[in-house]
């Protein structure tokens, strides 16, 4: 009797679990090879070696830039925002306080930011 049960229950949600759940109707929405997700507006692709940092405020209000790790060429990261503060380049938000650089310095063009079209952001935005 226990076997049958089980065998009854595990039937039971093989048929009916999965479709019920709500994320299984959604689709991923594809960019190139890369999935976009919710709030995400584009991404970076590295070109050449440049660092990761963490911002975080310090004792005195400002914001510090901590050099975290070195990215490698080839690397893609998704962007969420993107900020200009006075006097540095643009900002790229990848995700959890951590932030690329797009230099005008000696290392200009070190990176490459992409943006989705409308479609498929729409698309994303909607599921």
């Keep these: 009797m226990k076997k049958l049960?089980?065998?009854l229950f595990v039937s039971f949600f093989a048929l009916f679990g999965f479709t019920l759940?709500?994320?299984a109707a959604s689709q991923k929405v594809m960019w190139d090879n890369l999935e976009l997700k919710p709030g995400q507006i584009g991404r970076v692709t590295i070109l050449q070696q440049t660092s990761?940092?963490?911002v975080q405020v310090g004792t005195s209000g400002v914001k510090?830039?901590?050099?975290v790790r070195e990215l490698k060429p080839g690397e893609v990261y998704?962007?969420?925002?993107?900020k200009t503060i006075q006097g540095y380049a643009p900002l790229y938000?990848?995700?959890?306080s951590f932030y690329v650089i797009q230099s005008?310095?000696?290392?200009?063009?070190?990176?490459?930011y992409e943006t989705p079209s409308k479609a498929k952001?729409?698309?994303v935005n909607n599921n």
């Excluded at 998704?78 to 993107?82: E, L, W």
């Design 78 to 82: 998704r962007v969420y925002g993107t």
């Design 121 to 123: 952001l729409a698309l």
């Design 5 to 7: 049960l089980t065998i």
């Design 21 to 23: 759940s709500p994320g």
């Design 104 to 112: 005008t310095g000696h290392n200009i063009g070190h990176l490459k």
């Design 93 to 96: 938000d990848v995700g959890g």
């Design 64 to 67: 510090l830039f901590d050099p």
């Design 52 to 54: 990761l940092f963490k």
